[in-house]
Structure formats: C-alpha cells, structure tokens
C-alpha cells in the first residue's frame, strides 16, 4: 500500500466571515474548538495507518488555524506527526508576540498571512479586519522569534481596485521582504451576497485580470521572485523556498486530509468529509469516521488532473503514460505558436503560454 507524505488539517474557525469566501468556515463557536481538537486527534488515530512513518509537509489551514483557542492549537501540533515543512495559515489580527513565540518549538516553520491587501478602502469591500499595520506588525513579530520562510497571500480584481492600487500592494509586500508571495485573482461565487453587492464591478475587473496577472509577473521576477507556479512566487537562491506542501498537489502526490470538508487523495480514491461541524465532532466522538463523499478516480481522470496541474509548475512535466490524454494535434498547433515547447519526454508552457494557461491546456487535453 502507497502511504500518504502530505498531511492538510483544517481548522474552520474565524472571528469573521469574509463576503467572498467559500472555504468550510464557522464564525466564533469558542465552546468547540477543544471538542474538535478531540475530534480531529481521533480521525488521525482512525487513519493514521494512510501516513508513512516520515511525514514531509504538514499543513493546518482553515478558517483561521491561529484563531483557535490557543491550548487546542497547542494541544494539537504536539500531537501531530513531525514534518520537514510545517505550515500554518494566519490572519494578521490573530497573530500577537506570544503566539509566535508559541508557534515555533511546536514544530512551526512556515507562516502563511492572509493580507490580501494593504489599501484600507479594498480590505473594507472584503471585509477584513486587519489594517496595513497589523501586518507589518504580524511579520515582524514572526521575524523576531526566528521565523525565516514567510508567505504573503494577495488578491487582485478587488471591486474599486486600479491598476497603481495593486503595484502599491506589490511594493508594500516586497519591502517587507518575505520568503514567498501567493497572488489570486478573486473568485467570487455566483449567488453570493458579495456577488449580489459588487456584481457590475466584479464584472468590469474580469476584464482586467489579464493586466494585473501580467503586473504580478513583471514586479514580482523583476525583484528577483521565481514564478514557479500560476500564483506562486519565491525567493530564488540557495534555499528551495517552493511551497513543498502544495508541490505536493501540484505533482499529484498522494495526501491525507483531516478535518470538517478535508479533502484526501489516496491510491485512486478521493473523499471529502463532511462540511457539517456539528455532524463531524458527533461521528468521531462515538469512535466512526464522519460521513463522506467518495469519488473513485480512473486512471483517465488521474492522468488528466496530472496534466492539467503539472503545466501549472515551470519546470517541464515528464509525460510518459500522460501522453495518451494528450491531444496531439494540439501539442503540434500550439508548439508552433510559441505556446509549448516539447521533446521526447516532456511537454512544458513557454513563458508567453503560461499567461494563456486556462486555455492551452483545454486545448491539449480536448
């Protein structure tokens, strides 16, 4: 039996929801993070046999992990398996002097802040609740217990966002100097109460989005960031200061997810947990795993998804078996367009392709 590298626990809990997010959130419910705590330890009693005895990413994500009761946050990372790469995903108002003091002996050694922005008027419209100075204040705080491997998440196509709005983000990030930037254009779910407030705006920045992801590029490599994912962006230089964990994915490693909504992929099967707080703490408190959606994968699928998440990286995907969901008349089209380059075993977007990725990898895998 294959065992899972990679493990991503979810953490739902937020002091706020924000408009645009459709991640398994609950607002507050402090009375149920220690009862989920217990309920995530026993689905990684239930399951930990899916693990390999040398875990290498472990991932909390949410919601906002840091935003959990601090002794359930603690509670669980001393009882979670060692890893190389050990993520947690923070607001910037979560994080306080002692927290990051906290965080690093339990294992910590990657933060990932949600700023999104650092224009006053656009973290209003999505409703967030820390200000420019909460986050140089989180990062600093971060820096000074010895966090060295600091990821800042922003978002382009803000309802009222310009064009200089967003190079002023992009500066105001790289003068804090983090070791890796994710930057999103934002994805607001039809029939949303952010859609239904911001809709004709939403509208209009659509048609922007092929500016600003072309800006994102341009500063970021300029400033001597590596491109090498769609969204992605790190250091270059002597240490590998990829996301290891979402790499993960993106090479169509095996994981196991933990956690109201958690996703795993395991030896051609995938399930998602229930999105139901109340049902999940239930199941597990009575020793049974939670309900789940099971989705078998056929070697097919598993090999399109390999395709299609593998021509995110920069590096060529080694094709091998892949070649057969390739089109290959499209692979001889957009060669010769400038779009991909290929050989004998690889296929890989040239730079001007991966600005037109969505659509050349339809194309080769129509």
Same mark, same amino acid.
């Given at each position: 039996?294959?065992?899972?590298?990679?493990?991503? #626990?979810?953490?739902?809990?937020?002091?706020?929801?924000?408009?645009?997010?459709?991640?398994?959130? #609950?607002?507050?419910?402090?009375?149920?993070?220690?009862?989920?705590?217990?309920?995530?330890?026993?689905?990684?009693?239930?399951?930990?046999?899916?693990?390999?005895?040398?875990?290498?990413?472990?991932?909390?994500?949410?919601?906002?992990?840091?935003?959990?009761?601090?002794?359930?946050?603690?509670?669980?990372?001393?009882?979670?398996?060692?890893?190389?790469?050990?993520?947690?995903?923070?607001?910037?108002?979560?994080?306080?002097?002692?927290?990051?003091?906290?965080?690093?002996?339990?294992?910590?050694?990657?933060?990932?802040?949600?700023?999104?922005?650092?224009?006053?008027?656009?973290?209003?419209?999505?409703?967030?609740?820390?200000?420019?100075?909460?986050?140089?204040?989180?990062?600093?705080?971060?820096?000074? #217990?010895?966090?060295?491997?600091?990821?800042?998440?922003?978002?382009?196509?803000?309802?009222?966002?310009?064009?200089?709005?967003?190079?002023?983000?992009?500066?105001?990030?790289?003068?804090?100097?983090?070791?890796?930037?994710?930057?999103?254009?934002?994805?607001?779910?039809?029939?949303?109460?952010?859609?239904?407030?911001?809709?004709?705006? %939403?509208?209009?920045?659509?048609?922007?989005?092929?500016?600003?992801?072309?800006?994102?590029?341009?500063?970021?490599?300029?400033?001597?960031?590596? @491109?090498?994912?769609?969204?992605?962006?790190?250091?270059?230089?002597?240490?590998?200061?990829?996301?290891?964990?979402?790499?993960?994915? @993106?090479?169509?490693?095996?994981?196991?997810?933990?956690?109201?909504?958690?996703?795993?992929?395991?030896?051609?099967?995938? @399930?998602?947990?229930?999105?139901?707080?109340?049902?999940?703490?239930?199941?597990?408190?009575?020793?049974?795993?939670?309900?789940?959606?099971?989705?078998?994968?056929?070697?097919?699928?598993?090999?399109?998804?390999?395709?299609?998440?593998?021509?995110?990286?920069?590096?060529?995907?080694?094709?091998?078996?892949?070649?057969? #969901?390739?089109?290959?008349?499209?692979?001889?089209?957009?060669?010769?367009?400038?779009?991909?380059?290929?050989?004998?075993?690889?296929?890989?977007?040239?730079?001007?392709?991966?600005? %037109?990725?969505?659509?050349?990898?339809?194309?080769?895998?129509?």
């Amino acid at each position: 039996m294959t065992r899972a590298r990679h493990l991503y #626990v979810h953490l739902p809990f937020c002091a706020r929801r924000c408009g645009y997010c459709d991640f398994v959130t #609950v607002v507050g419910r402090g009375s149920q993070h220690g009862p989920y705590v217990d309920a995530l330890l026993q689905e990684l009693e239930l399951e930990g046999v899916l693990l390999a005895p040398q875990v290498e990413t472990l991932f909390l994500g949410g919601g906002t992990p840091t935003f959990t009761e601090p002794a359930a946050l603690e509670r669980l990372l001393t009882a979670l398996p060692d890893a190389r790469e050990v993520t947690v995903e923070a607001n910037p108002e979560t994080v306080s002097q002692e927290l990051a003091a906290r965080l690093r002996p339990l294992g910590a050694n990657r933060i990932s802040l949600g700023v999104q922005s650092f224009q006053p008027r656009l973290l209003a419209v999505l409703d967030r609740v820390a200000q420019p100075d909460t986050v140089r204040r989180a990062f600093y705080d971060l820096r000074d #217990v010895g966090f060295d491997n600091i990821s800042l998440d922003l978002i382009y196509g803000i309802p009222g966002q310009s064009s200089s709005d967003l190079e002023s983000d992009l500066e105001a990030a790289l003068q804090l100097g983090p070791e890796h930037l994710s930057c999103y254009e934002l994805e607001a779910k039809p029939g949303t109460r952010f859609t239904h407030a911001h809709g004709a705006e %939403l509208r209009r920045q659509a048609e922007t989005m092929e500016s600003y992801f072309e800006l994102v590029v341009d500063r970021l490599t300029s400033a001597g960031y590596r @491109w090498y994912e769609t969204a992605n962006f790190c250091r270059a230089g002597d240490r590998d200061l990829r996301s290891q964990h979402n790499l993960a994915y @993106w090479l169509g490693r095996d994981y196991l997810g933990l956690g109201v909504g958690a996703v795993s992929t395991i030896e051609g099967s995938r @399930w998602r947990n229930t999105p139901r707080l109340a049902a999940y703490i239930e199941a597990l408190g009575a020793g049974s795993r939670p309900d789940r959606e099971v989705e078998p994968l056929s070697v097919e699928v598993r090999r399109r998804e390999r395709v299609m998440l593998g021509l995110r990286l920069d590096e060529p995907l080694v094709l091998g078996e892949l070649a057969q #969901v390739l089109d290959q008349d499209a692979v001889s089209k957009l060669e010769h367009l400038g779009l991909v380059r290929t050989d004998a075993r690889s296929l890989g977007l040239t730079s001007r392709g991966r600005f %037109l990725a969505g659509g050349v990898t339809a194309d080769l895998l129509a």
